[in-house]
């Protein structure tokens, strides 16, 4: 088997046991499984100026090569172009682009030193599996260093429509870069033909009958991997008693209430606003829903230095504060509102625990929660999955309650009717929802693209 080489922004910490991030969980359960490199940003060191060696570190199967970026890297590479300009424009929020020259100047000098690390590390017979929008143009910088192994890259967040793309400077370049690779895969079909539309409409490539992308002598492999969890496992730890949560739950039956739970990255692009407004919603509408649920909402700070993401953070605070206000009573909160990160056993209980999964991102590219969820119900009382619409897993996941996140009152009535369905539906929801789980797993997702990662017959750029 040849070795995998796997490089993203950031490399997860393999010995942790709570990690919030989909990426450094889908990534971590399939390279666990194949063994590999790992290399990226070690996540914290910010000193150095002069350009770095990997720092090597070797855990079970995996070597992990990390290094460190310099104040201004981070600045204006990961804060800057990543995540305040990529970011924002791959999930449609144009209003919240922030361009400056100078975070494209970082983003590529960082690709550049991700470039030259990597060619102390890399072997002849290596495949290179590449993550993510924060290193887009890496092929395009090894390729130029004469790089001449087969490269992969894969789009964790979703791919916007060509006029989207459209509006941010360079964006020719930023594709003509992906380009650069010998496999591009997305999570969902609307993604990959948004690349098809792109690259028909303005590069004048076009997409043969096997939907390989022709570009002059080159033809590049782009096509649709749903990223999945390691189901077995999330299954193993929900049936695991959790104290904790046992103690909690027993609290709550008692008391003859039910939870909806939300677990995110705290992201304006998770729905959170509105996601609490529905929940308010249901109370209004439904008032003997009243003191019989409770929304807990877990939210993992993420990106703090950038101003979107202290106002969500103010927004949510006000938001579930009002509603307390508004509807509580001495023995009964509504929203319980946990700004943190809660290790993945106790997670997996508490999914476990909750008769409705409330997941409602504005745009997403795959959602792990989503999936989780499923993976953590019991087949004889299992909990019923709200979706939104623009997750890229309700392509997929269709017995899932399919709601608009941007129309408060559906998403109640949706609740509503998550809580009060039949125990019978939701055992044949769930059913099918298993399968489709396990159908697109973390190893399906690694073999499907390692597969197309093998396929010798596209060659790699001179
Ligand atoms: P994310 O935007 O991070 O991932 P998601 O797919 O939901 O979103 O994954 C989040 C992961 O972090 C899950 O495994 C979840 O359990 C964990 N997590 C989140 N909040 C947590 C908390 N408060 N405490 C503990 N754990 C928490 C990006 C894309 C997604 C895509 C993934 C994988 O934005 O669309 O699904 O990558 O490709």
Redesign the pocket.
């Known amino acids: 088997m040849r070795r995998l080489v796997v490089i993203s922004n950031r490399v997860a910490d393999l010995t942790r046991t709570?990690?919030?991030?989909?990426?450094?969980?889908?990534l971590a359960d399939s390279l666990r499984e194949r063994g590999g490199v790992w290399m990226g940003w070690d996540g914290q060191s910010l000193k150095y100026e002069a350009e770095p060696e990997p720092r090597i570190r070797k855990i079970g199967e995996v070597t992990q090569a990390t290094i460190p970026l310099t104040q201004q890297d981070y600045s204006d590479y990961y804060l800057g172009f990543a995540n305040s300009v990529l970011w924002p424009l791959f999930h449609y929020r144009l209003d919240l682009v922030d361009f400056k020259t100078a975070f494209l100047d970082g983003y590529r000098r960082v690709n550049a030193k991700f470039a030259n690390a990597l060619m102390a590390i890399l072997k002849p017979d290596d495949l290179v599996w590449i993550h993510d929008y924060h290193l887009i143009p890496l092929a395009a910088e090894l390729r130029r260093r004469g790089c001449q192994q087969r490269m992969g890259f894969f789009l964790?967040?979703?791919f916007p429509p060509p006029e989207i793309l459209a509006a941010v400077p360079r964006h020719r370049w930023l594709v003509e870069s992906l380009l650069e690779f010998d496999v591009i895969g997305f999570?969902t079909n609307t993604d990959l033909g948004n690349l098809h539309h792109y690259v028909e409409d303005n590069l004048g490539s076009w997409i043969k009958p096997d939907e390989r992308i022709r570009i002059g002598e080159r033809e590049v492999i782009a096509g649709c991997f749903p990223?999945g969890?390691d189901v077995d496992s999330f299954i193993a730890m929900a049936e695991q008693p959790n104290d904790e949560v046992q103690i909690e739950t027993q609290r709550r039956a008692i008391l003859g209430r039910r939870q909806i739970i939300g677990?995110?990255?705290l992201?304006y692009?998770?729905g959170l606003p509105d996601r609490l407004r529905a929940f308010a919603r249901l109370l209004e509408l439904y008032p003997e829903m009243r003191k019989s649920v409770a929304l807990m909402q877990?939210?993992?700070p993420t990106r703090e230095e950038v101003d979107a993401y202290v106002s969500i953070r103010k927004e949510l605070e006000a938001l579930s504060g009002e509603i307390n206000g508004r509807f509580a009573d001495f023995n009964w909160t509504p929203v319980r509102y946990?700004h943190?990160?809660?290790?993945?056993d106790a997670?997996a209980a508490l999914y476990r625990a909750s008769p409705v999964g409330f997941v409602t991102?504005l745009r997403?590219?795959?959602?792990?929660?989503?999936k989780?969820y499923v993976a953590a119900q019991s087949m004889d009382n299992p909990g019923v999955l709200v979706l939104s619409k623009f997750?890229?897993?309700a392509e997929d996941l269709h017995e899932a309650l399919i709601v608009n996140p941007y129309d408060v009152d559906d998403m109640a009535r949706n609740l509503r009717r998550a809580l009060t369905m039949p125990l019978e539906e939701r055992q044949k929801r769930q059913k099918a929802l298993m399968e489709r789980i396990r159908r697109h797993d973390a190893k399906n997702w690694l073999n499907t693209f390692m597969a197309a990662l093998e396929d010798e017959q596209t060659q790699p750029s001179a």
């Open positions: 709570a990690q919030a991030g989909g990426l450094a969980v889908g964790h967040i979703p999570q990223i969890i677990v995110d990255r992201d692009t998770k877990i939210a993992t946990i943190g990160t809660v290790p993945r997670l991102p997403d590219g795959m959602n792990l929660v989503a989780e997750a890229g897993a």
